[in-house]
């Protein structure tokens, strides 16, 4: 568990509660029933399906503990990007790869939000903390898994 806030969309923050009550009203009375079919069978020392469902148990318990963490320090962020100068968190910002020529669009939002098949990405990432702050016709180097990249703010809104 980690301390401070968590800058999260709404929509990510509902996800984060739909899949805590996923866990609470499914999966936990499930692996439970399952605990106790297998108490059932007798000799627990060699009960390879005892074993697993309380393996099972363990991880979901885990989760549903970093759940509850995560959306207790969630802050949820209304994004209104319209004003802004600078990119800012929830801004959506088209790049100009300057290496390939390519326009690139992305969404930046907070690590619970990342999507990449919808392009959001997270504003911790690379490319995330690079283009934080900056203005339309700044460019920005970033060191990425692939290596460097040189992007051009070409729009953000």
Same mark, same amino acid.
């Given at each position: 568990?980690?301390?401070?806030?968590?800058?999260?969309?709404?929509?990510?923050?509902?996800?984060?509660?739909?899949?805590?009550?996923?866990?609470?009203?499914?999966?936990?009375?499930?692996?439970?029933?399952?605990?106790?079919?297998?108490?059932?069978?007798?000799?627990?020392?060699?009960?390879?399906?005892? #074993?697993?469902?309380?393996?099972?148990?363990?991880?979901?318990?885990?989760?549903?503990?970093? @759940?509850?963490?995560?959306?207790?320090?969630?802050?949820?962020?209304?994004? #209104?990007?319209?004003?802004?100068?600078?990119?800012?968190?929830?801004?959506?910002?088209?790049?100009?790869?300057?290496?390939?020529?390519?326009? @690139?669009?992305?969404? @930046?939002?907070?690590?619970?939000?990342?999507?990449? @098949?919808?392009?959001?990405?997270?504003?911790?990432?690379?490319?995330?903390?690079?283009?934080?702050?900056?203005?339309?016709? #700044?460019?920005?180097?970033?060191?990425?898994?692939?290596?460097?990249?040189?992007?051009?703010?070409?729009?953000?809104?």
């Amino acid at each position: 568990m980690s301390n401070g806030n968590l800058p999260i969309t709404r929509e990510g923050h509902e996800k984060l509660v739909a899949e805590l009550h996923l866990y609470k009203t499914v999966e936990r009375p499930r692996i439970i029933q399952a605990i106790q079919e297998a108490r059932a069978q007798g000799d627990l020392s060699e009960n390879a399906e005892y #074993d697993a469902a309380k393996e099972k148990q363990g991880k979901i318990e885990d989760r549903i503990r970093e @759940l509850e963490d995560k959306i207790a320090r969630a802050q949820i962020i209304e994004i #209104d990007t319209s004003t802004s100068e600078t990119v800012i968190f929830g801004t959506t910002v088209t790049v100009l790869d300057q290496a390939t020529s390519k326009e @690139l669009q992305y969404q @930046l939002v907070g690590p619970e939000d990342v999507d990449i @098949l919808r392009n959001r990405i997270s504003i911790l990432s690379p490319i995330g903390k690079a283009l934080v702050g900056k203005r339309r016709g #700044d460019a920005v180097q970033v060191t990425t898994p692939r290596g460097e990249k040189n992007l051009v703010i070409q729009t953000f809104r």
